[in-house]
Nanobody
Framework: VQLQASGGGLVQPGGSLTLSCSAS????????VGWFRQAPGNEREFVAC???????KYADNVKGRFTVSRDAAKNTVFLQMNSLKPEDTAVYYC??????????????????WGQGTQVTVSS
């Protein structure tokens, strides 16, 4: 299984970016896709996820600003990030697995990981 994360870049505070995560085959139809991020010196943290059956979950610090969605036909999951803040600066990773919904925020539950894409929020 190969995941491909893309869409990162440099954006000013208050700006927007959309990250994409694609996978081979129809994996996302039966797997949950999670987004995590890691800033220098910090542990990797949960950002958001989208389940195989259409549920979404967000970390408190991105709720209301980030939206996760899926295009089933393209087997791609998106992370729309609005009102970006400097503290959102990190490498963003997508990951996928079959996971119990109550544990979707735990990165050690995810089996397959993409390579990461850098998001920098700075003026």
């Amino acid at each position: 299984v190969q995941l491909q994360a893309s869409g990162g870049g440099l954006v000013q505070p208050g700006g927007s970016l959309t990250l994409s995560c694609s996978a081979s085959g129809g994996l996302f139809r039966s797997y949950t896709v999670g987004w995590f991020r890691q800033a220098p010196g910090n542990e990797r943290e949960f950002v958001a996820c989208f389940s195989w059956d259409g549920k979404a979950k967000y970390a408190d610090n991105v709720k209301g600003r980030f939206t996760v969605s899926r295009d089933a036909a393209k087997n791609t999951v998106f992370l729309q990030m609005n009102s970006l803040k400097p503290e959102d600066t990190a490498v963003y990773y997508c990951a996928t697995t079959r996971v119990i919904w109550g544990r979707v925020t735990e990165d050690n539950q995810y089996t397959y990981w993409g390579q990461g894409t850098q998001v920098t929020v700075s003026s």
